[in-house]
């Protein structure tokens, strides 16, 4: 058994991570692909095989070590009949058997899992849940994702897909989300809302200061918000004030819902860290049930994007 090995991925809408991991779930190699997501599913598991069998080979390993390979992926999964039902941030992805098609390909078992229940799992296990029986890992990046573990157990609902708050109406007058649906919570508070509104607010010459800090309007991401509010800018103060309102109030309903000990907020749009969590434990602790609010630690996630494959691997 000591020569087995692991292949975990995690696949996103922009990007599929892969690992390599020994018998002890020590990663012993890494490797990131732009995803074809555009291209659709067929051209995309043929990336994430071929991102495998290219580790493998770099790593001179055989393909007789693989023991197992588990894919975490940004989408509804249904876990009881083992189909990714349909993917708001990957076209084409509808009714998908994607472990039936890995364990063919790899002929060893294979497993897939939403993306945030695997990196709620990863955090849990390695990072900043640790210790935590009852944890609500929120995802917030190109979309809005969340994993629950509910008395230290994965929660995955009645057919697989409990935790998508990116699909919580806040507005039903809104924007358009990839599910069909109108003015779902990641219409208005992803990393691609926030920057969406921040491309807009250049454009019209709401905000000179977003402006310049582009070539042109449609470059801005989140990223330039966030920086032109540090900077002062009122326009992009508005749009990360009304995103992070939209944020706290689906958390101070999650932590009414559920009593957590632990919220643990992960993606791209968290790493402009502590003035994110200072606006929201503000808004937990004035509109939560005062117990459940005081219950609630609201932390950072430990594991940056490792915490999907890391989930896997303790999955596997
Ligand atoms: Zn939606």
């Known amino acids: 058994m000591?020569?087995?090995l692991y292949a975990a991925l995690d696949v996103g809408g922009t990007k599929i991570y892969t690992v390599l991991a020994d018998a002890n779930k020590q990663i012993i190699a890494r490797q990131k692909t732009a995803t074809l997501a555009e291209a659709g599913p067929e051209k995309v598991i043929k990336q994430?095989?071929?991102?495998v069998r290219q580790l493998m080979k770099t790593e001179q390993l055989q393909d007789a070590q693989l023991a197992a390979v588990g894919v975490c992926i940004a989408g509804f999964y249904d876990w009881h009949n083992r189909i990714l039902v349909h993917s708001p941030n990957l076209p084409g992805w509808s009714n998908v058997p994607l472990e039936e098609i890995l364990a063919a390909e790899f002929?060893?078992?294979a497993r897939v899992e939403n993306d945030a229940n695997a990196a709620a799992v990863g955090e849990v296990?390695?990072?900043?849940?640790?210790?935590?029986?009852?944890v609500v890992f929120v995802t917030i990046s190109t979309g809005i994702g969340a994993g629950l573990i509910i008395n230290g157990q994965l929660y995955r609902g009645s057919s697989g897909v409990a935790g998508e708050i990116g699909h919580f109406i806040v507005q039903p007058d809104g924007p358009r989300c990839g599910c069909g649906q109108q003015g779902c919570l990641e219409t208005v508070a992803s990393g691609t809302a926030i920057g969406r509104q921040g491309q807009k607010a250049a454009a019209c010459g709401q905000s000179a200061l977003l402006q310049s800090l582009v070539s042109e309007p449609a470059a801005v991401t989140a990223q330039e918000v966030f920086k032109a509010a540090r900077l002062g800018d009122p326009a992009a103060q508005k749009i990360l004030h009304e995103a992070l309102t939209y944020l706290g109030l689906t958390l101070v309903n999650i932590v009414n819902l559920l009593n957590p000990s632990a919220v643990i907020l992960g993606g791209g749009v968290t790493a402009a860290g502590d003035e994110i969590l200072l606006s929201l434990r503000k808004i937990i602790a004035e509109h939560a049930v005062s117990a459940a609010a005081k219950a609630v630690q609201l932390k950072l996630a430990a594991l940056g994007e490792e915490a999907g494959v890391l989930g896997m691997l303790a999955l596997l």
């Open 2 to 4: 000591q020569n087995k």
């Open 48 to 51: 994430l095989i071929a991102t």
């Open 107 to 109: 002929a060893v078992p």
């Open 125 to 134: 296990s390695f990072g900043a849940g640790r210790n935590h029986n009852n």
